[in-house]
């Protein structure tokens, strides 16, 4: 009982049991239970409105939020049940199920979000290596679950880069035991922080992204290298570089597909900074000539943000975020974008059970395909999201 307890404490949506260390004592009389005593349950539920002040309904961005423009009103984004445990002295498991948003008309459906094993390599799971569908290492913001983060939506910039950030493949993941109990703090203090993908991570994975029927014969090869740095003070700088490379198949045709990017953050304690970065290659329509050809994209985000806590009213972590992006997204065939977005709002955790977050975005975002050449819509509006855990 003990063991669970400790554990709750230190799990929340962003980390997974995995990455937090414990003695072995304590593993070892957790593993004399039942198997069945080994698996613990969570989730999480997201509902949404997005148009308070709207200025144009024709402002959409699919990939961001399906419910964002007209005929949308109420919306559940997210609600997801998390199984996930220790079932053995190596060997961790972690499924995650998604009554989410819309895909290919249907307004709510059941899919597969996470599903992986982490294999331990050694007794204190500083190397390990993960097998199964879960987040690509690419990016701070991507790792960074939705559950945990100010803004509403990810940034276009290096969300384009793997449409709900996960896919099939497997990783080499290593961090030293000082950095996992780091990664375990920022979790557990509230900062806001990512979860623990290792220190280093290398692996493999399909590149057609998670959910969708691999098309060619090549995986995708990813590099992540982030450390997380505490200074005398207690505040918390972590910097992070990776990259990635393969082929993706668009209409039968395969599109060499690159990123590289540089990631810093300063943890909120109380002020923090995020600041992300891609510079890379990608297919993407072309305005002049009509075709999707391979494209340079750069594009990424800087975000302030504050922590602020409350011993009558709770926990408050107002944000300003601001983002550009210039190139394809593969996943909608290769649509060129060009955006520019400005995301000011703030996120009130009452009660650990609840989260209400307020948002205002200013957007001005152009794209261009086959069918539509070219679409420029502006405007703004006034989003809410109501998020309880359980």
Partial sequence: MFFCTHLTQAWDQSQDFSSYTTTKSIVDEYLKGKWYERIHLRGYAQFRYNRLMESN????????DRSLGDNNNFFFRRGRLIFF???????????????????????????????????????????????????????????????NRGPLDRHDAMNSAVANERDIGTYLMYAPTHIRKLFARVTTEH?????????????????????????????????????????????????????????????????????SAASLILYPQPFGFQLEYNVGQGPEYNFTTGDVQVQDLTGGYAMINYSYISEKYGRFFPFIRYFRYNGGKKHEGGRAYRVNEFNIGTEWQPDDGFELTVSYMISDRTTGDRVVDFNHQSGSTLRLQAQFNF
């Fill in 85 to 147: 445990g220790q079932v053995s002295e190596r060997v961790f498991i972690y499924i995650q199920p998604d009554f989410a948003s819309a895909v290919g008309g249907t307004e709510h459906y059941f899919n597969l979000r996470d599903a992986y094993f982490d294999l331990a390599l050694t007794d204190d799971k500083e190397w390990r290596i993960r097998f199964g569908q879960s987040k690509v290492p690419f990016g701070f913001e991507n790792l960074q679950s939705s559950s």
């Fill in 57 to 64: 309904p024709d402002l959409v961005c699919p990939q961001c």
């Fill in 191 to 259: 900062l806001k922080g990512s979860g623990d993908y290792g220190m280093f991570a290398f692996g493999f994975y399909n590149g057609q992204t998670a959910n969708q029927p691999e098309q060619n014969n090549g995986l995708h090869r990813v590099f992540r290298l982030t450390y997380p740095h505490e200074f005398l003070n207690g505040q918390i700088l972590e910097g992070s570089i990776q990259a990635y490379e393969g082929n993706y198949f668009i209409a039968g045709e395969n599109f060499y597909d690159q990123r």
